[in-house]
T-cell receptor, first 112, second 114 residues
Framework: GQQLNQSPQSMFIQEGEDVSMNCTSS?????WLWYKQEPGEGPVLLIA?????ELTSNGRLTAQFGITRKDSFLNISASIPSDVGIYFC????????????FGSGTKLNVKP | EAQVTQNPRYLITVTGKKLTVTCSQN?????MSWYRQDPGLGLRQIYY???????DKGDVPEGYKVSRKEKRNFPLILESPSPNQTSLYFC?????????????FGSGTRLTVV
């Protein structure tokens, strides 16, 4: 099936640093979502993007829908220990309405 | 509280012993789906259901069955589990006309088949 390439696979950062991660695809999407998964829990929706070029923030998180519709970016500013978890991107197409395609995740570790 | 509830959270079983993982949502969602999560592969869709009595295969349906007799429940059935079905399973739901708004996920079921 469709693969989303998410990078980096993992990150080890110091508290207070900014973080960037991205997802790319060989084909276009109509919707990009970013989820966070904490240990022992299911993914929780952070940000949803619906238009090419759209930039949306949720607190210290900012995500962008790439102009080409084939990529998306998530930035976390001034990271804190509770940002630890796995971040997933997910893409959706209107003509394939019944599913999302998920990236393999970016595991974020924050050192206090 | 609006939620998707999966049971059990953890399960260890032996090859060939039929099992069912239950999923229930209290949000009146029409759409429900099962995903499995494996290291390096992200989340892959097993089956989905657009409404009661309407189910269809996802990307990795082999070895799984589902049923949707009631709107709130969407059990995942493994008739003859094999070790390659050891994985973390998630149930998800949404309104059928708002799938692109994203899912609500359950907390997951970690299945080990020995």
């Amino acid at each position: 099936g469709q693969q989303l390439n998410q990078s980096p696979q993992s990150m080890f950062i110091q508290e207070g640093e900014d973080v960037s991660m991205n997802c790319t695809s060989s084909s276009i999407f109509n919707t990009w979502l970013w989820y966070k998964q904490e240990p022992g829990e299911g993914p929780v929706l952070l940000i949803a993007l619906y238009k090419a070029g759209e930039l949306t923030s949720n607190g210290r998180l900012t995500a962008q829908f790439g102009i080409t519709r084939k990529d998306s970016f998530l930035n976390i500013s001034a990271s804190i220990p509770s940002d630890v978890g796995i971040y997933f991107c997910a893409g959706h197409r209107l003509y394939n309405f019944n599913k999302f395609y998920f990236g393999s995740g970016t595991k974020l570790n924050v050192k206090p | 509280e609006a939620q998707v509830t999966q049971n059990p959270r953890y399960l260890i079983t032996v090859t060939g012993k039929k099992l069912t993982v239950t999923c229930s949502q209290n949000m009146n969602h029409e759409y429900m789906s099962w995903y499995r999560q494996d290291p390096g592969l992200g989340l892959r869709q097993i089956y989905y259901s657009m409404n009661v009595e309407v189910t269809d295969k996802g990307d990795v349906p082999e070895g799984y069955k589902v049923s949707r007799k009631e709107k709130r429940n969407f059990p995942l059935i493994l008739e003859s589990p094999s070790p390659n079905q050891t994985s973390l399973y998630f149930c998800a739901s949404s309104f059928a006309d708002r799938v692109n708004y994203g899912y609500t996920f359950g907390s997951g079921t970690r299945l080990t088949v020995v």
